[in-house]
């Protein structure tokens, strides 16, 4: 059974810093892509970053702020944010494709963690 498991999260205050983590269980994600995506309250999930092999890429809202990487070897991905806002409080989540191709939209992730809550005081 594939699980994938958040953590990291909590409150902070603007201008601060947080690293989430995402821990894959079942099988093996080395090959596939791997993405982060939140979803505030009252809003939809948006997609924040993704990683395809070894190309990253992110939303507009978050490029320069946050990064993504991976450590195969531990099948984790880890979401880096920095100079933290209150608009990015959120539900984090973790997501992986079933596919080595990039992806931005969330139909097109498979496998999704629980989530886990940041929240950005101002």
């Known amino acids: 059974q594939v699980q994938l498991v958040e953590s990291g999260g909590g409150l902070v205050q603007a201008g601060g810093s947080l690293r989430l983590s995402c821990s894959a269980t079942?099988?093996?994600?080395?090959?596939?892509?791997m993405g982060w995506f939140r979803q505030a309250p009252g809003k939809e999930r948006e997609f924040v970053a993704g990683i395809s092999g070894g190309i990253t890429y992110f939303a507009d809202s978050v490029k320069g702020r946050f990064t993504i990487s991976r450590d195969n070897a531990e099948n984790t991905v880890y979401l880096q944010m920095t100079r933290l806002k209150p608009d990015d409080t959120a539900v984090y989540y973790c997501?992986?494709?079933?596919?080595?191709?990039?992806?931005?939209?969330?139909?097109?992730?498979?496998?999704w963690g629980q989530g886990t809550q940041v929240t950005v005081s101002a």
């Open positions: 079942g099988r093996t994600f080395s090959r596939n892509t």
């Open positions: 997501a992986a494709r079933d596919s080595v191709w990039y992806g931005r939209s969330s139909s097109e992730y498979k496998y």
